[in-house]
């Protein structure tokens, strides 16, 4: 028997089916009456560097319990070690490292070639804040698709693996983005900045048509 | 001011703010959790719910534009324990993962289904347009429409 191609029925859906899953603006347990509430605070800027954050404002206003930024977590697992220290040997898997608690760059689907995409105008405020803005991929969108197993194992890691889960190294990414950058390659395109949004084809067209004249 | 809703065939009588919507009347009056709100702003479908039937954003309704009227939630599908076909469906297609958008996706195509019982793969991905999921690619969401269309007689 094979798991591939073996469907496997999970157990946990007919709740969710039901009665729904319990999120966290879901509970309702009587002892969360006075609960205090947390909210994250963002980075008011676009690429910027952290030196410092005061956060004596927000302490004084009324109802503020407490306001915890990262340098208060003191029980964090150490980070992998960085490329800069790495001596080349495989990466020892399951070691007692944390994953950044807040992800930076790591949400990379089908969805970032085309269309998603953080702008910022000039003085750093984020132009792309709502989901119909950021235009996250719907149904009509995708094609329906077809599961085919290539299986060329790399010789980098000890799993021979490539694509690691939902993490930003898969193959959907690429594989979207280069037939783009192959249905335009005949007017000369050789790149398109990723997402390749409509306007960004068009421009990258129009440089390739300029450059050949 | 004072509501009057259906909500999965109960009667609800209840004095709310002018200013309430649907989907904090659905959670925070009815209790009724499986609803979700994703955005806020009409852009996901989390809180797709029926009002007499057909599907509506409830993140968008205000309660008070709600009353007189009926309402269904995810919680009002099954009957005496039985999933409904498009809960089935999802089930048995795998048309879920973390389950968030599913209740907002489950009542767009039981609407969808009303409308059009026997869709083509086109028209259920327009049909679900509003309705944003990020963990499927929506192929196993698609593929439990259509299967849920192939046992559905009459939708209901």
């Known amino acids: ?213 | 001011m004072k509501v009057h809703l259906t909500v999965n065939g109960k009667d609800i009588t209840a004095d709310v703010e002018d200013r309430m919507l649907l989907v904090h009347f659905l959670r925070d009056v009815a209790d009724l959790t499986a609803t979700n709100v994703g955005c806020d702003t009409t852009s996901c479908g989390a809180c797709t719910v029926l009002l007499d039937g057909e599907s509506v954003k409830s993140c968008t309704v205000l309660a008070a534009q709600a009353s007189g009227h009926e309402i269904t939630t995810l919680e009002g599908l099954a009957s005496d324990g039985t999933m409904h076909p498009v809960q089935r469906a999802f089930h048995e297609q795998h048309g879920l993962q973390c389950g968030f958008c599913t209740p907002g996706m489950v009542m767009a195509i039981v609407s969808l289904l009303r409308e059009n019982p026997h869709p083509t793969e086109e028209q259920v991905r327009t049909g679900l347009e509003g309705n944003l999921c990020r963990c499927t690619g929506y192929h196993n969401i698609v593929r439990a429409a259509l299967a849920a269309a192939e046992t559905v007689e009459v939708p209901s």
């Open chain 1, 1 to 213: 028997m094979s798991i591939m191609g073996t469907r496997v029925i999970r157990t946990e859906d007919p709740r969710l089916l039901t009665v729904g899953g319990v999120y966290v603006d879901d509970l309702r347990t009587p002892g969360l009456n006075r609960a205090a509430r947390v909210t994250f605070v963002r980075s008011p800027l676009a690429h910027a560097r952290i030196t410092g954050i005061d956060a004596s404002e927000a302490l004084s206003e009324p109802g503020v319990v407490a306001v915890l930024t990262v340098a208060d977590m003191d029980d964090l697992a150490p980070s992998p070690p960085s490329s800069g220290e790495w001596d080349g040997s495989p990466a020892p898997l399951g070691g007692p490292w944390a994953e950044p608690l807040l992800a930076v760059d790591t949400v990379r689907f089908v969805g970032e070639p085309l269309l998603e995409e953080m702008l910022y105008d000039v003085e750093g405020n984020p132009l792309t804040c709502t989901l119909a803005d950021y235009a996250v991929i719907s149904p009509p969108d995708l094609p329906s698709f077809e599961l085919v197993a290539s299986e060329t194992p790399t010789d980098l890691n000890p799993l021979g693996a490539k694509g690691i889960g939902e993490a930003g190294s898969i193959g959907s990414t690429p594989a979207v983005h280069n037939a783009v950058v192959d249905a335009v390659a005949h007017l000369g395109v050789r790149h398109i900045d990723m997402p390749a949004t409509p306007q960004r084809v068009w421009a990258a067209i129009n440089k390739a048509q300029k450059e050949s004249e």
